[in-house]
Nanobody, 119 residues
């Protein structure tokens, strides 16, 4: 069973920066795209950013455009999320995810890592 293992996160002041990393627990073939989602208390999980290994295309939620940057290494199935100019509303549990087929939803998830932005 392939696991996605996240690292990073923690407590940061508003306006600050923090980075998240996610790696597959072992060499995995066939991953098409990796991404990040987040879930704040009392809210549904929402999309944050994604990167496709097919051409390196990236996609961002409007709420994070210009502040967050997703990057990755397709050979290692590793993805990073650099978060700058953080706001208290960015506080959430951040989840790494992966999928093997662009036609279907994400089917592999990490355990989540907490990011807390203090005002």
């Amino acid at each position: 069973q392939v696991r996605l293992v996240e690292s990073g996160g923690g407590l940061v002041q508003a306006g600050g920066s923090i980075g998240l990393s996610c790696a597959a627990s072992r060499r995995t073939f066939g991953i098409y795209e990796m991404g990040w989602f987040r879930q704040a208390p009392g809210k549904e999980r929402e999309f944050v950013a994604a990167i496709s290994w097919n051409g390196g295309r990236t996609n961002y939620a409007d709420s994070v455009k210009g502040r967050f940057t997703i990057s990755g290494d397709s050979a290692k199935n590793t993805v990073f999320l650099q978060m700058n100019s953080l706001k208290p509303e960015d506080t959430a549990v951040y989840y790494c995810a992966a999928k093997s087929d662009p036609r279907y939803p994400y089917d592999r998830w990490g355990q989540g890592t907490q990011v807390t932005v203090s005002s």
